[in-house]
């Protein structure tokens, strides 16, 4: 007896030690920091800063009066509808975004001591684009906290801390505190201008020895050399038309009239920045409106390529139907989630081009979608629009006998409107026959960038005026709207009427820009740097028996402070920061 019990202590002892050896992994297999001279490794920290870069649509138009949202207690719908708040913020950064720049600062701080490769040269070409990387990823993300976060404390304007190093137990947080917005500009500024010394224009192979950098030919670098690290195959990640474009999406940021009168950057400065991108780009992409169902383009698209209306882009999975799935109505089996609203409806000009409210428009409120804009049936479902893989009538009236109806069911439209922009109509979700396509989603569009030049542009020199430039506000707006189909024989009326009224040119501009990047999430944002007027309501439109009736369907309830958003309520309790005013 006494044996036996013998053995099953041994047997128990010896499995405990086996499961400790399984459990707690050899020293030499534990990874931390001290690993990061390792390429492989170090490289993972600059790849996290790529993974938190936006993979998709935010649908914040749903803060705004542009939208709202089908599903019960969207977050969006919750902040607009009184409940935003510095401890329930949707459109929040801080997180995201500094846990990026940590990332990115780590990999910065060892990027001279990883050995990437045994050839000088290569390894030269390896540290001078990872550190380039690190650079404009950085000004990225320091962009969207200034935009999320700066603000009004204190009687001046504060962005945010800024943090060049990587933070760790020995970081002496009680110093931490926000900074200047202006510094905060200026470090996105330093650091544009370090990613553009740093890396190519773009990632394309060459073929001559005359096209490698002299930097890298005198390190007797050749062909394949040059390729492997700066060629095509490295398509998708930061360059030096990327970094332009950021410094132009954020001069724009601090010219406006929310922030002006805490920065140095002038409207001039954000034309020109903008300038800066739009003069390497062949011209406005001619099917540029419909980019995301441009189907054989998207298709077809090989790896890390472009379309032409898109400057940067994020890598494009496998097919998919989840955003259809998310926008489709009730009859085309989705969820409806986005309902667009009258107010965005009635932004859309006629096909003359004159604004609906306009003497000279033509517009018949009794046939609403007659004789419209033509991107308004790009974008948005009316009722009786055709959608889908087989072009079924979506009926958004209350009488029309589906679940497509106003306030038919939970996932019908309540502002009498769906969403198109953004959908494969090729995507099936009969359960019967489903199937899924590629979808592109740009994290910059060549259009945005002509927009903020157009804005910049004629706030800078007026309409008319180049600033030295090859183009003028009007040229742009002249052009986006012929692409959009506005122009009659070459002429638009409207915008020549208005083309020496700075004011007029404005409302115009701005209102481009509403449409033309509509759901793209920049709308929520643009309001708040032009400093308007947010407590818009969302309105609908009713239709019963053919008549149509405007109702209201949700308020927006923002006080004059929300121009800027708050600082994180926990992160008020951490440091001790000066919150936003009326915050």
């Not at 996290?48 to 870069?53: D, M």
């Not at 540290?127 to 690190?134: L, N, S």
């Not at 370090?194 to 394309?204: F, M």
């Not at 239709?543 to 006080?559: A, M, W």
Request: a negative charge; proline letters at 5%.
């Amino acid at each position: 007896m006494n044996n036996k019990i013998l053995f099953f202590v041994l047997v128990v002892l010896a499995l405990s030690a086996c499961e400790k050896d399984f459990l707690e992994p050899a020293i030499e297999n534990n990874r931390d920091l001290s690993n990061q001279d390792e390429p492989s490794f170090a490289l993972g920290l600059l790849y996290n800063g790529y993974t938190r870069l936006p993979g998709g649509f935010s649908f914040n138009e749903m803060a705004t009066a542009d939208a709202v949202s089908s599903a019960e207690n969207n977050a969006y719908s919750n902040m607009a509808t009184g409940q935003w708040a510095a401890n329930f913020n949707p459109v929040g950064q801080w997180q995201n975004s500094y846990a990026a720049i940590q990332y990115l600062n780590l990999m910065l701080s060892k990027a001279d001591t990883v050995t990437y490769a045994e050839n000088p040269a290569v390894n030269q070409m390896f540290m001078d684009r990872t550190k380039g990387e690190v650079y404009g990823l950085r000004a990225f993300f320091m962009h969207q906290l200034l935009q999320a976060h700066g603000g009004m404390a204190g009687g001046q304007l504060l962005g945010v801390p800024i943090n060049l190093e990587p933070q760790d137990a020995s970081t002496d947080f009680s110093s931490l505190q926000r900074a200047t917005f202006e510094a905060g500009m200026q470090q996105i500024y330093s650091d544009i201008e370090n990613a553009i010394d740093l890396l190519p224009l773009d990632y394309e192979d060459i073929g001559s020895e005359a096209d490698i950098p002299d930097k890298y030919l005198n390190m007797d670098a050749s062909v394949n050399d040059y390729n492997r690290v700066l060629g095509s195959i490295n398509r998708l990640r930061m360059t030096e038309r990327v970094a332009l474009a950021i410094r132009a999406r954020a001069a724009l940021l601090a010219a406006s009239p929310a922030f002006t009168q805490g920065t140095t950057t002038t409207w001039a400065d954000a034309a020109n920045y903008a300038a800066d991108v739009i003069d390497m780009n062949a011209g406005l992409a001619p099917n540029g409106v419909t980019w995301y169902d441009n189907r054989e383009v998207i298709d077809n698209l090989a790896a890390g390529l472009n379309p032409p209306e898109i400057l940067w882009r994020m890598n494009m999975p496998g097919p998919s139907s989840a955003l259809e799935e998310q926008l489709y109505p009730p009859s085309l089996f989705g969820d409806g989630l986005v309902n667009p609203t009258q107010n965005l409806v009635n932004a859309f000009p006629m096909a003359n081009g004159f604004p609906i409210t306009h003497p000279e428009s033509g517009y018949d409120p009794t046939d609403p979608y007659s004789n419209r804009d033509p991107r308004l049936l790009e974008f948005i479902v009316v009722n009786e629009s055709q959608l889908g893989p087989f072009n079924e009538t979506i009926f958004t009236a209350v009488d029309g006998g589906t679940n497509d109806g106003l306030n038919i069911v939970e996932s019908s439209t309540r502002t009498g409107y769906y969403l198109r922009k953004l959908l494969r109509e090729d995507v099936n979700l009969n359960p019967q026959s489903v199937n899924q396509q590629r979808h592109i989603i740009p994290l910059i569009r060549y259009t945005e960038i002509y927009l903020s030049y157009a804005e910049a542009a004629n706030e800078a020199w007026g309409p008319m005026d180049t600033g030295g430039n090859a183009f003028s506000a009007y040229d742009v707006i002249k052009a986006i709207r012929e692409r959009a189909g506005l122009s009659e024989a070459g002429n638009d009326t409207y915008l020549e009427s208005i083309k020496g009224d700075q004011d007029a040119m404005r409302e115009l501009i701005r209102n481009e820009r509403r449409l033309e990047l509509s759901f793209e999430g920049f709308r929520f944002w643009d309001l708040r740097r032009w400093n308007e007027e947010l407590s818009e309501t969302a309105m609908g439109d009713r239709i019963e028996n053919g008549n149509h009736t405007i109702i209201s369907v949700e308020p927006r309830l923002y006080s004059d402070y929300m121009i800027y958003g708050p600082v994180p309520y926990s992160e008020i309790l951490k440091f001790g920061f000066t919150q936003n005013m009326g915050w």
